[in-house]
């Protein structure tokens, strides 16, 4: 019923920036909050941000604090990952996921966009 489709995955060398971007689609009243994880090869998947429809409250993980910004933009259901500063280490696969409100876990997924970072 919902369609997450991201994009704006490439290859960026270290100290540069790349904005990524997640599209939602179909029946999307229902979600509350959206999310960035990303899971780089022979590691499990991480959260990285979160941002609320409503309120637009954000979270970061520590590893991306300062460096990565998440907005979005209600009208066009997309919400954006702005990644300063990346470093080798934030290689992996992206993927941008979807909250309903009072669920626990993330019922929707992205098919993952890749982000590369040379050294």
């Known amino acids: 019923q919902v369609q997450l489709v991201e994009s704006g995955g490439g290859l960026v060398q270290a100290g540069g920036s790349l904005r990524l971007s997640c599209t939602a689609s179909?029946?999307?009243?229902?979600?509350?909050?959206m999310g960035w994880f990303r899971q780089a090869p022979g590691k499990e998947r991480e959260f990285v941000a979160r941002?609320?429809?409503?309120?637009?409250?954000?979270y970061y993980s520590r590893s991306v604090k300062g460096r990565f910004t998440i907005s979005k933009d209600n009208g066009k259901n997309t919400v954006y990952l702005q990644m300063n500063s990346l470093k080798p280490e934030d290689t992996a696969v992206y993927y941008c996921?979807?909250?309903?409100?009072?669920?626990?876990?993330?019922?929707?997924w992205g098919q993952g966009t890749q982000v590369t970072v040379s050294s």
């Open positions: 179909g029946r999307t009243f229902s979600s509350y909050a």
């Open positions: 941002i609320n429809w409503s309120g637009g409250i954000t």
């Open positions: 996921a979807q909250k309903v409100a009072g669920a626990a876990e993330y019922d929707y």
